[in-house]
């Protein structure tokens, strides 16, 4: 015999594999996880070597400034800690939007902007390393 069921929320059948599904894929959160972890660990040493090539160019004049980030090697460094910069930072807002954003409407043209933004400023940034690189 069983009892009535008075005005409450009739009970769930679903299997909960069956609710989880409708949740997104599990299987990008480790590759997000990973490549965030290791943008960081990489602009670490990145930015070391950026603070220092910034410090130690302090009072010259643009042929110095020119000549030094012509250098294959600080050119390479320098567009390595922008794209690595760009990266971590649009990984970075990612979550931020994910986890604080609810409204669907808001949480695409956000994601959309940050993709954008981070796209556009980096470009903006490496080209700006190559004008200097190769001269005006």
Known sequence: MSTPNHGARPPNLRHPLK????LGSAKDGTGHFLTQRVTAIA??????YVVGLVLSLIGSDFATVRA???HPVNATLLIAFLI????HAKLGLQVIIED???TA???TVLQLFVVFACWIAGLASVLAVVRVMLGP
């Not at 609710?19 to 409708?22: C, D, L, Q, S």
């Not at 602009?43 to 070391?48: C, R």
């Not at 690595?84 to 990266?87: E, I």
């Open 43 to 48: 602009l670490v040493f990145l930015t070391l």
């Open 100 to 102: 604080y954003v609810h």
């Open 84 to 87: 690595a910069n760009f990266w």
């Open 68 to 70: 030094r980030v012509g």
């Open 19 to 22: 609710v989880a599904r409708g």
């Open 105 to 107: 409407g808001r949480y």
